[in-house]
């Protein structure tokens, strides 16, 4: 079956500092996948999407990258934080347009 | 991206009453989905509907694929504590769109 994993669940960094926070999914190939960050307890804003190694769609313009170094590794980054990096952000994977399956969350504290 | 019109935006509700929801869009979609978000994790889905009219269960949630395939409806019936949480609505077409969530309160 299926599974994805995001790490690390919980970061607290000081603005200016680096980020990185990786998700990996198992059991299947050439997923679609999906970076979401989430502010407070709200709606998902869907942040970048990639439909292979290599190839990463931006939604929002913002302080944030992504990188899709593997099949089924999407890790999402930034060189310098500001504190309205701050949010819960959401790794999830789909099979084409398909149903998305999320991962646990990564909650991010910008200090 | 595009986000659906999902309401009520939060609800508190005492425990025992049925619960409704709703999304609706402006474009077709092809299938609709339905999310709930415990607080601090992912989203899980609870049901998925594939055809207009379809209407679909999962125990005490009820789902319903619009006619018009630009809406959905959620009902919860005999809500309990443990439905706390957020629903999300997504659509598909050839991309998908997340609604932007109700807030469900159930007072013991």
């Known amino acids: 079956s299926q599974t994805i994993h995001q790490w690390p669940a919980t970061l607290v960094q000081p603005v200016g500092s680096p980020l990185s926070l990786e998700c990996t999914v198992e059991?299947?190939?050439?997923?679609?996948l999906y970076w979401y960050r989430q502010a407070a307890g709200r709606g998902l804003q869907l942040l970048f999407y990639?439909?292979?190694?290599?190839?990463i769609s931006s939604e929002v313009p913002q302080n944030l990258s992504a990188s899709r170094p593997q099949d089924r590794q999407f890790i999402l980054s930034s060189k310098k934080l500001l504190l309205s990096d701050s949010g819960f952000y959401l790794c999830?994977?789909?099979?084409?347009?398909?149903?998305?399956?999320f991962g646990e969350g990564s909650r991010l504290t910008v200090l | 991206g595009q986000q659906l019109n999902q309401s009520p935006q939060s609800m508190f509700i005492q425990e025992g009453e049925d619960v409704s929801m709703n999304c609706t869009s402006s474009?077709?979609?092809?299938?609709w989905l339905w999310y709930k978000q415990d607080p601090g994790e992912g989203p899980v889905l609870l049901i998925a509907l594939y055809k207009a009219g379809e209407l679909t269960s999962n125990g005490r949630l009820t789902a319903q694929f619009g006619i018009t395939r630009k809406d959905s409806f959620l009902n919860i019936s005999a809500s309990i504590p443990s439905d706390v949480g957020i629903y999300f609505c997504?659509?598909?077409?050839?991309?998908?769109?997340f609604g932007t969530g109700t807030s469900l309160t159930v007072i013991p």
């Open positions: 997504a659509g598909t077409g050839n991309q998908f769109y």
């Open positions: 990639s439909v292979g190694i290599g190839q």
């Open positions: 999830a994977w789909s099979v084409g347009t398909g149903r998305p399956f």
């Open positions: 474009s077709i979609f092809n299938t």
């Open positions: 059991g299947t190939s050439n997923p679609n």
